[in-house]
């Protein structure tokens, strides 16, 4: 018969000892914790609050900002095929060198023909001048002529009660003073004829000289063209002109930027520009350089229009469904050379902008600012080619007046 269930052999092992619980942590400490980690955190949100309302209040940043310039293209005034680039990308050109060169020879021609034109009007003129004396001593023959025979006519008439002299002759008398009279009548017209064409003014100053040397600078300037100088000081960028190309007037061959007067666009949001004035200071970081590298510049100017309004393809937002979008205003902040000379930019490269906007009592717009006097950009690479076709006018007038 089986032992009962309730019955243990005398071998069965012994039940284990139940396991004794830790004690319970204190909650006073746990409690002592949370009190100092809250109050180091109120520490730091006063701290922070205090910062914020004595120094970052009065900033405003943005990394929406980047490089800006200008690009100035070459383009040629005249077409012609290039036979030599004397710059290639990346290369430092001055104002007036030589960047590309033309054929000439179709010029060079049309100068030839225009100069020869000018002489010939030179010479033309003066005959008109010489032709004054001629037609002038031509009246004075032409008077004597009437006034012999207006004395032969007279005889004639104190001799025909006599009849020394026939009615005949008294007749030829009388159509030789009337042909007399005509022909001075004639001399006359014909010499205040060739005065009008050169009364008051002089043989460099005549119309037909003028005219004549209005084609000659025109060909001139048509020569001086075929060779395209640097406009301005800078970088060359974008070539995309090449040796024996036809190119005609207009074209884009190259671009010249300057890298000594660049400026930065920052975009803020328009919450941000409220307080931003003109003339405020700037400090500027690139990534260029990193933030080892501090920039200084000012606000030139907020742009008219958030970037939006001028897109190409501004928004509609009365089209249909319509979610607000924080937008951004372009604003102008000029760098100071000296920083650009010692730490070069390059156009396109991201700027972090911080703008000081403590002082609010200027002006956001230049609306007071004096009407420009001079030009914000000028070249005078070209006023030589004038000089050179006004002194060559000169010579060809000299060698062809006679003096």
Known sequence: ?????????????????????PPKKSSGKRR??????TFVLALLLIGYGIYWFVFLRHYENTDDAYVAGNVVQ????????????????????????????????????????????????????RTLYVNNGTFAATVATRAADVERARSDLARRQELISTGAVSKEDLDHARAALQA????????REQLASNQVLTDRTSVARHPNVLRAAGQVETAYLALARTTLPA??????????????????????????????????????????????????????????????????GT????????????????????????????????????????????????????????????????NSLTTNQPARTAAAYQTAVFDNAGRDAAALIARVVADNSGK
């Not at 309004?309 to 089209?319: G, K, M, V, W, Y």
């Open 1 to 21: 018969m089986s032992p009962s269930p309730a019955t243990t052999p005398d071998n069965a092992a012994p039940a284990p000892a139940p396991v004794a619980l």
């Open 32 to 37: 002592r914790l949370l009190l100092i980690v």
């Open 74 to 125: 070459v383009t040629p005034q005249v077409g012609g095929t290039v036979v030599a680039i004397n710059a290639d990308d990346t290369e430092l050109v001055q104002a007036g060198k030589p960047l590309i060169q033309l054929d000439p020879s179709d010029a060079k021609v049309a100068l030839d023909n225009a100069t020869a034109q000018l002489a010939q009007a030179v010479r033309e003129v």
């Open 180 to 187: 007399a009279a005509s022909a001075l009548t004639a001399s």
């Open 231 to 296: 406009p301005i000081t800078g970088y060359v960028a974008k070539r995309s002109v090449q040796v024996g190309q036809r190119v005609a007037a207009g074209m884009p061959l190259l671009s010249v930027v300057p890298l000594n007067a660049l400026w930065v666009d920052a975009n803020f949001k328009e919450v941000q520009i409220s307080r931003m004035r003109i003339g405020q200071p700037v400090t500027l970081r690139s990534d260029v350089y990193g933030s080892d590298v501090i920039f200084h």
């Open 299 to 362: 606000v030139a100017g907020l742009a008219a229009g958030t970037g939006s309004a001028f897109a190409l393809l501004p928004s509609q937002n009365a089209s249909g469904n319509w979610i607000k979008i924080v937008q951004r205003v372009p604003v102008r902040i000029t760098l100071d050379p000296k920083e650009l000379e010692v730490h070069p930019l390059r156009l396109g490269v991201s700027m972090q902008v911080n703008a000081d906007i403590a002082q609010s009592g200027g």
